[in-house]
């Protein structure tokens, strides 16, 4: 039995993946429409988040932000619910000495790994994630056959370290949306049709996955609603404090932050993540529209 907690954009998904690939789950969220979507995607609906912790094999929790999972886990007693033998996977993009920490506080015979994903609500709901894994070769033993139904698993190292690297690629993910806002300005303000600079950045070496995937969100005018400006700052927040052990400045880094920061402060956190592209559209009274069937990646 795996215990799945927080079915949100990417849980939700998740846990109707694992239930296909012939797993019992069994599911709880406090939105009551996100329990149910899972209970008709053949999860079983627990009562609490504790009654989903207690006596399963497995537990996944896939959780917004650190507070959140700490509410979870040590307010709500979900850690002290899991009984010896179980392990957890924590599929939330964490803080690396915090899920040291909880492990320290697991019960005794119960064992921690970190694994947050990356690929967007598309790649949840068609099974074509990347999971970084963290924790020990025993441990990544009997996990990564699990998490290999969502996707490609990544054996990162000990645990933390999948948290580790799943930032380093935000890092670069965030870098890249900044960037390709001001590549659309530039080209469209010295003469140059959005549709032709589009097809010659995915052909070059200005190639990346935000110019495949996340560019028909500018082009539909709706910007990725699916993960938030507030998501993203928390993300390059966790990054920044990875940036105090490297020992020189990461300006990219800290433009990047500054970059969501400023968008955030004009449109508001709630709003889609390429809202930074939206800055740069509007302040150059340019128009990124392009006519397309662009369907969002969440429905794809």
Not at 60 to 80: C, F, K, N, Q, W
Request: aromatic share 6%; hydrophobic share 45%; charged share 20%.
């Amino acid at each position: 039995m795996i215990g799945f907690i927080g079915l949100g954009n990417m849980g939700g998904p998740m846990a109707k993946r694992l239930v296909e690939a012939g797993h019992e789950v069994i599911a709880y969220d406090l939105n009551p429409e996100a329990l149910a979507r899972a209970e008709e995607a053949g999860c079983k609906r627990a009562a609490s988040a504790v009654e989903c912790a207690a006596g399963v094999e497995m537990l996944m929790t896939s959780l917004p932000r650190p507070d959140h999972v700490e509410s979870v886990m040590i307010d709500g007693g979900v850690l002290a619910a899991l009984e010896p033998g179980s392990i957890w996977v924590d599929l939330t993009t964490n803080r690396k000495e915090f899920v040291a920490e909880l492990a320290t506080k697991a019960p005794e015979g119960v064992s921690v790994v970190d694994s947050p994903v990356t690929g967007a609500v598309d790649g949840a709901r068609n099974g074509t994630l990347t999971l970084f894994a963290g924790g020990s070769d025993e441990d990544l033993d009997r996990v990564v056959p699990v998490l290999e139904l969502l996707g490609r698993a990544i054996r990162c190292g000990p645990l933390g370290t999948g948290n580790v690297t799943k930032l380093v690629t935000n890092q670069l993910w965030f870098v890249h949306a900044a960037a390709i806002g001001e590549g659309f300005a530039l080209g469209m303000a010295n003469g140059v049709d959005i549709e032709v600079l589009w097809d010659a950045i995915k052909d070059s070496v200005g190639d990346s996955f935000v110019a495949r995937h996340d560019a028909p969100s500018i082009f539909a005018g709706h910007y990725d609603p699916s993960f938030t400006l507030d998501l993203c700052l928390k993300d390059l927040g966790l990054t920044m404090e990875l940036a105090n052990n490297v020992g020189t400045d990461l300006p990219m880094t800290e433009q990047a932050n500054a970059t969501f920061a400023r968008a955030a402060g004009r449109y508001g956190k709630d709003v889609g993540e390429l809202h930074v592209a939206k800055r740069i559209e509007d302040d150059a009274n340019l128009s990124f529209r392009l006519d397309g069937d662009w369907v969002p990646h969440w429905e794809a």
